[in-house]
């Protein structure tokens, strides 16, 4: 076997055995393996022949060798510089021709998930990795990304346990430590990921994401002196780093001096030559340089760093307002009266879940703090299940998980109560205590209040709502580690608000008193009223400890981690005013709900 030819005359031979003769095709695969031991195919070969002889483990051994191969493989090559230079339809079209030769060629199942995975496919991914795990179980780069996709789809329990069977076998992968000690986080398991953090700053002491990773941990648990030095730490190793700037501003209580601003600006003309490939440290610059020109007075340079940092964070998500809008017509227009009336007494009548929606930077967080410091009360984070079930509804039924409300309104009464019961299950591991209720306060759960009522009718809705200009400016100056497309624009957030308040002025309508809404200038003038009113609502009694909310040590992963561990002030009051002249575009678009505020208007048009 000394030319190619033969060598794809001796595999094609060695495939015709497979199906009478596996013991001859084994022995014919080795032969070809022991002349050209960097055939993945030959390799693949004897792991076909070993399985039909019932030899599993040597089998999966021969799959793992065939994905050692694959280096030497030029239509593997191919595939993955494809998939180094992101061009995904050309790396997808090579690799299941590849699966259609060979339909166990586990490092082209692996990368044909990763294809999925980076088009947001990740259930796909799911599939394709178990499906690669089920053929060769120690093929290890297979079951970390397996981990990520867990990850990556808010199943942070399942990422966790498969992490350590990574690291059972690869313990000095700082990457993977820290995808585990991020998912502990992520599911309340704070001692333990902060202990795994502080092994990895030991063992690894340069590496500036694993510090900035921990002083994200250190910040949640309100160690803020701590989470600070971690980033400072962090841009010892890497100044350059965008997410670190913007890190310590999004820590909101520290203010940045001159010495700040001027590395600032020299890693962001440093980045700029760059163009894409360095796309996030600029946007992350610009807004970490909006907070530092901000706490120095200078608002025109302050508004134009956010306004180029939106910009780009803006071009990357591409976000339509006009699908958001749709949505909410369509929820308007399905969601009557007797919608409701004809599914009265559907869904899981548990009363446990207490759910705290609206905008974004609306004072969420200071209600779940002062919910979450009543004795019957637990605190969790902003769970995504709401939405994912939602979601999911519209693509199992509808193939489109925008259509979901269409979805819904087919879905028989024992569906909703088994999606009622799913979400009970899903969040039951954010639970820590044996208090009777806790929140999920994910604000974009104002798109699915009708799914909430209808899964959950026993739950309670709270709306947190802040004037429109503080609330949306907020929203510009915030950068968001993953979510809200809508806030990178001035008019795609004027509009989100008004759609938001269009909706819940509906659901007030069909389902009159079932959503308390707390308006945040009202909470900061009488909190001790607003507090009652809101216990009051939940069937709670009022508790002191929740006007003393500032001292309870509960970790908090929000944007307003640091301001709810300070008492009720209006220091969040009127930020919009020095930056009046150039929202225009939010004035338009907020309309009339702007000048109807705290009320609805009438007519939204």
């Known amino acids: 076997m000394t030319t190619t030819v033969t060598h794809d005359e001796a595999l094609a031979n060695a ?6 003769e596996p013991g001859a095709a084994l022995a014919q695969a080795q032969a070809i393996i022991e002349a050209v031991p960097t055939s993945a195919a030959a390799h ?3 792991a076909h022949a070993l399985r039909a002889m019932g030899r599993e483990a040597e089998a999966q051994a021969a799959s793992l060798a065939a994905v050692g191969a694959t280096i030497h493989d030029k239509g593997m090559i191919a595939a993955a510089l494809a998939l180094a230079e992101d061009r995904l339809p050309d790396a997808e079209a090579a690799l299941r021709q590849r699966l259609r030769e060979d339909a166990t060629d586990v490092a082209a199942i692996r990368m044909l998930a990763e294809v999925a995975g980076r088009i947001g496919r990740y259930e796909d991914a799911e599939k394709l990795l178990s499906r690669a795990l089920q053929i060769a179980p120690g093929f290890g780069a297979a079951r970390a990304n397996l981990a990520t996709v867990f990850y990556k789809q808010n199943r942070f329990a399942e990422a966790a346990e498969t992490l350590d069977a990574v690291l059972g076998d690869d313990p000095d992968n700082p990457a993977h430590a820290n995808l585990k000690a991020a998912a502990l986080g992520r599911i309340g398991g704070y001692d333990e990921a902060l202990a795994l953090y502080e092994e990895l700053a030991r063992r690894f002491p340069d590496h ?15 160690r803020q002196d701590d989470s600070i030095a971690a980033y400072r730490r962090a841009l010892t190793a890497d100044p350059g780093l965008g997410e670190i700037w913007w890190s310590l501003a999004n820590l909101k209580t520290i203010r940045f001096d001159a010495s700040d601003r001027t590395a600032m600006e020299a890693a962001l003309v440093a980045a700029e030559p760059h163009g894409e490939a360095h796309a996030d440290d600029r946007l992350h610059l610009h807004f970490a340089l909006g907070k530092a020109y901000d706490d120095a007075g200078e608002h025109e340079p302050a508004f134009r760093h956010y306004a180029a940092g939106n910009s780009i964070r803006s071009g990357q998500l591409g976000y339509r307002a006009a699908e958001t809008s749709a949505t909410v017509d369509a929820i308007i227009a399905a969601c009557t009266p007797d919608f409701f009336a004809a599914r009265a007494g559907a869904g899981d009548p548990a009363p446990d879940p207490i759910f705290i929606l609206g905008m974004p930077r609306a004072g969420s967080t200071l209600i779940e703090q002062i919910l979450a410091s009543h004795s019957g009360i637990e605190g969790t984070m902003e769970l995504p299940d709401i939405p994912a079930l939602a979601l999911g509804l519209g693509r199992e039924t509808k193939d489109d998980g925008r259509r979901w409300i269409e979805a819904l309104a087919e879905a028989p009464p024992e569906q909703l109560a088994e999606m009622g019961r799913t979400f009970l299950r899903r969040t039951a591991v954010q639970r820590k205590t044996a208090k009777p209720f806790y929140i999920d306060k994910l ?5 699915y209040t009708a799914f909430i009522r209808l899964i959950l009718p026993g739950a309670k809705i709270i709306d947190a709502r ?9 929203n510009f100056r915030q950068h968001y580690a993953k979510g809200q497309a809508f806030s990178y624009g001035l008019a795609d957030i004027g509009a989100y608000y008004r759609d938001y ?9 069909v389902q009159p008193g079932r959503v308390h809404r707390v308006i945040h200038e009202a909470l900061l003038d009488d909190p001790e009223a607003e507090v009652r009113a809101m216990l009051a609502f939940l069937d709670q009694p009022f508790e002191q400890a929740c006007l003393a909310f500032h001292t309870n040590a509960r970790a908090v992963r929000t944007a307003s981690s640091e301001q709810v561990r300070r008492p009720i002030n209006r220091d969040g009051v009127g930020q919009w005013q020095p930056y009046g002249a150039w929202l225009g ?3 338009d678009a907020l309309g009339p709900v702007l000048e109807a505020y705290p009320g609805v208007p009438a007519d939204f048009d």
């Open 585 to 587: 575009p939010l004035r």
């Open 466 to 474: 802040r004037h429109p200009l503080d609330c949306c400016f907020s």
């Open 443 to 447: 604000p974009n759960n104002w798109l």
């Open 44 to 46: 693949r070969l004897a």
């Open 208 to 222: 500036a994401k694993l510090w900035m990773s921990y002083g994200h941990m250190l910040k949640t648990v309100g």
């Open 15 to 20: 495939r015709r055995l497979l199906n009478g």
């Open 501 to 509: 308040v269009r909706l819940m002025a509906h659901i007030d309508t």
